[in-house]
C-alpha cells in the first residue's frame, strides 16, 4: 500500500536541484536533432497546487524553489530552473502558485519529435497524471510499477534516452531493487542517461544502494549532492541527491556551481556538497 504523496514536498530543496539538473540533462539531449526518449520510473501527479492542503501542511516549497524565486544573477542551471517553474505561473501574475513535477517540466522541453514514457503506481497520482496529458500524443502514462516498466523500454528504438529514477523508497527493498533493476536496464541500454535520485535518510542504507552501482563496472557515474544537515540517527532526511550515469558534458560544472549558490540558502550550518566522479571513464 503506498502512502506517499509528493503533494507534500513540491518544490522542496531536493527538488530544486533534481529538476534543475533534470532540465540541464534535458538540453543537452537537443544539442542534437535526433529524437530521444524520456522515462519516468516514478513520475508522480505530474503538477502541484502549492496553496492546497498538502503544500500548505508541510510548507516545504518555502524552504525550496520559493528561496529562489526573485533572485537575480542566477548560475546557468538556476537561471533555466526559475524560468521553467516561471512559466508555470505565468497565468498567476508571476506568483509561485503551481509547481511543475518532472513529467510536466519535460512535457515542456521535448520536441515534436521526441516522446516520454511515464510510470505512476498510485491511484489518485496516476489519474492526475493521466488527465494531465490526456491529449497529449507524446506521452505515454502507465499506471504500473516503474522498475518493471523501465525494463520493458529499454533499448528504446530512438536509442538516445534521458531515464529519471525517482522512487520514493517506501518499502526496504527498494534500495536493492533500484540498483539492481539500474544495472540491468544499462545492459540493454549502455548510453542512455540514467539520472537516479536518492535520500540520505540513513546513510548506510542509502550507500549499500550507491555502492552496487559503483562496483557494477558501469563506467562514468556522477554522484551530485546536498545535504542540508550532518547524517544522522535521528528520523528525517539529511541530504538528497542525484547519481548521474552517463552524465552530459560539464554537467559537473554546472552542478558545482548550482550547489556552490544553493549551499548557503538552502542548507543549515552544518550542511553539505558534493560533486564527485563515482566512477571514471
Ligand atoms: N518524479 C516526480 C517529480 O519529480 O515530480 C516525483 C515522484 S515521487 C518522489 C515518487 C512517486 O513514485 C510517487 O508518486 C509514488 O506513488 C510513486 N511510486 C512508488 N512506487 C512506485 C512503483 N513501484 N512504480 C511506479 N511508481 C511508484
Redesign the pocket.
Known sequence: M?S???GY??GNYA?VL??SM?IQVLKAMQKKDKPYVYI???????A?SLTDEFAQKTGEYLEGVAKLWDHANLPSALADYVETVQHFNAEFDGELTVY??????VDVELRPQDRMVL????GT??ELLENYFIEDKQAKVIK??????LIAAVPPLERRGVI?I???Y??KT?YQDVAETIIKAHKRFATGTFLL?YPVVKREQTEAMLTLLKNSGIKKQLRIEQGISADSDEFGMTAAGLWVINPPWQMDVLAKEALDYLAPLLGGADGSISVKWEVGE
Open positions: 503506498l506517499y504523496r509528493h514536498h513540491a527538488d533534481k529538476h533534470l519516468d520510473t516514478h513520475a508522480g501527479a505530474g502541484y511543475p513535477g518532472s513529467p510536466a517540466i510510470h505512476e503506481l498510485h497520482d496516476h504500473g510499477d516503474g522498475l518493471q516498466g529519471l525517482d522512487p520514493s517506501e518499502m527498494d535520485w
